[in-house]
């Protein structure tokens, strides 16, 4: 939440956030299957229930900054979020772990605080970005890969998806540019190099993930000082 916050006093357009299911249903946010990397705690998130996974600090490796970080669930997000008209992308991790029910907790939710035009869901798992269109074709799903094709769109249109979110690797200027010509949104992921910065925003492309907001903005600004 933090970092969350971070970002709206940055003033950027929104964030992207990762979700997994606890082992009692709750929707929680975290990027890894597991909690070793990020907490303090090991474990995958699926074994601990979300009062137990509360307990673990998220913060524990920037003690100096912050403490007593605690994970959190979609809910306390999107209740932060109703202070603001932050776009949020959230990506289901369940590519490599099956949660039973995920979509449809996160479409319930979506739907209780009203989000539904300010959400982009997007996984590796194009299966469920094609289960989520047929249960609510009015939330915009975008499917995520790292895998070359020479018609990146197609991707797209075979499971239903409003946009491309690629590494930024595999994806050339020309096919950024034909993606968006069939309709088709591109947000390559993770452009943390201004050079790169610089080459996606030239060519248009319809936003880019960073961990960087502020560079981003510098990049953004430089060229449009031009």
Same mark, same amino acid.
């Given at each position: 939440?933090?970092?969350?916050?971070?970002?709206?006093?940055?003033?950027?357009?929104?964030?992207?956030?990762?979700?997994?299911?606890?082992?009692?249903?709750?929707?929680?946010?975290?990027?890894?299957?597991?909690?070793?990397?990020?907490?303090?705690?090991?474990?995958?998130?699926?074994?601990?229930?979300?009062?137990?996974?509360?307990?673990?600090?998220?913060?524990?490796?920037?003690?100096?900054?912050?403490?007593?970080?605690?994970?959190?669930?979609?809910?306390?997000?999107?209740?932060?979020?109703?202070? #603001?008209?932050?776009? @949020?992308?959230? $990506?289901?991790?369940?590519?490599? &772990? +099956?949660? /039973?029910?995920?979509?449809?907790?996160?479409?319930?939710?979506?739907?209780?605080?009203?989000?539904?035009?300010?959400?982009?869901?997007?996984?590796?798992?194009?299966?469920?970005?094609?289960?989520?269109?047929?249960?609510?074709?009015?939330?915009?799903?975008?499917?995520?890969?790292?895998?070359?094709?020479?018609?990146?769109?197609?991707?797209?249109?075979?499971?239903?998806?409003?946009?491309?979110?690629? #590494?930024?690797?595999? @994806?050339?200027? $020309?096919?950024?540019?034909?993606? &968006? +010509?069939? /309709?088709?949104?591109?947000?390559?992921?993770?452009?943390?190099?201004?050079?790169?910065?610089?080459?996606?925003?030239?060519?248009?492309?319809?936003?880019?993930?960073?961990?960087?907001?502020?560079?981003?903005?510098?990049?953004?600004?430089?060229?449009?000082?031009?």
């Amino acid at each position: 939440m933090v970092s969350f916050m971070a970002c709206e006093d940055l003033g950027a357009d929104g964030i992207e956030l990762d979700v997994h299911l606890s082992k009692d249903g709750e929707i929680v946010v975290i990027h890894d299957e597991t909690i070793n990397r990020t907490t303090n705690g090991k474990g995958f998130v699926k074994d601990y229930t979300l009062a137990e996974l509360k307990q673990f600090d998220a913060s524990y490796r920037f003690k100096r900054q912050f403490k007593g970080c605690t994970i959190p669930t979609l809910k306390e997000v999107f209740e932060w979020a109703k202070g #603001n008209n932050f776009s @949020i992308n959230v $990506e289901l991790k369940n590519d490599k &772990i +099956e949660y /039973h029910g995920l979509e449809e907790r996160v479409i319930n939710l979506i739907r209780s605080y009203e989000f539904e035009k300010r959400i982009v869901l997007s996984s590796f798992n194009h299966k469920s970005m094609l289960k989520f269109h047929l249960m609510a074709p009015d939330i915009e799903t975008a499917v995520l890969f790292n895998r070359r094709s020479k018609e990146p769109w197609k991707i797209a249109e075979d499971y239903k998806a409003k946009a491309i979110h690629p #590494n930024y690797r595999i @994806i050339t200027d $020309e096919q950024i540019e034909e993606t &968006i +010509e069939h /309709h088709i949104a591109v947000r390559p992921y993770t452009i943390n190099e201004p050079a790169v910065m610089k080459r996606l925003f030239e060519v248009n492309c319809t936003a880019i993930i960073t961990d960087y907001p502020e560079l981003a903005f510098q990049v953004r600004s430089q060229l449009l000082s031009k």
